[in-house]
């Protein structure tokens, strides 16, 4: 069974840190990209950042960049987002999903196959 549990989500001052995590189980990371995505209630679904498989290279969205850090342990099949300066806006579910390719890695949805349940992030004072 393929299957991703996301955690660590909470509620975070704006300025504050969390940092999320997506374990995945039925198979390994070494053959998956992993995508985080995030959506807030009425909006659409908005890609946050990513992380290949093949030689952990990384995206990030204009929106998050320079304050999320995307990063993997292979031997723990884990994938963490560190998510530093928090604004109000970055409110949402937060999601991973799994896709198998072997390139450089994109947050556009459809590529993703597989996606865990979700994780509240809320960024209020």
């Known amino acids: 069974q393929l299957q991703l549990v996301e955690s660590g989500g909470g509620l975070v001052q704006p300025g504050g840190s969390l940092r999320l995590s997506c374990a995945v189980s039925?198979?390994?990371?070494?053959?998956?990209?992993i995508g985080w995505f995030r959506q807030a209630p009425g909006k659409e679904r908005e890609g946050v950042s990513c992380i290949s498989s093949s030689d952990g290279s990384t995206y990030y969205a204009d929106s998050v960049k320079g304050r999320f850090t995307i990063s993997r342990d292979n031997a723990k099949n884990t994938v963490i987002l560190q998510m530093n300066s928090l604004k109000p806006e970055d409110t949402a579910v937060y999601y991973c999903?799994?896709?198998?390719?072997?390139?450089?890695?994109?947050?556009?949805?459809?590529?993703?196959?597989?996606w865990g349940q979700g994780t509240q992030v809320t960024v209020s004072s």
């Open positions: 039925g198979f390994t990371l070494d053959y998956y990209a």
């Open positions: 999903a799994a896709d198998r390719a072997f390139g450089p890695c994109t947050v556009v949805a459809g590529p993703y196959d597989y």
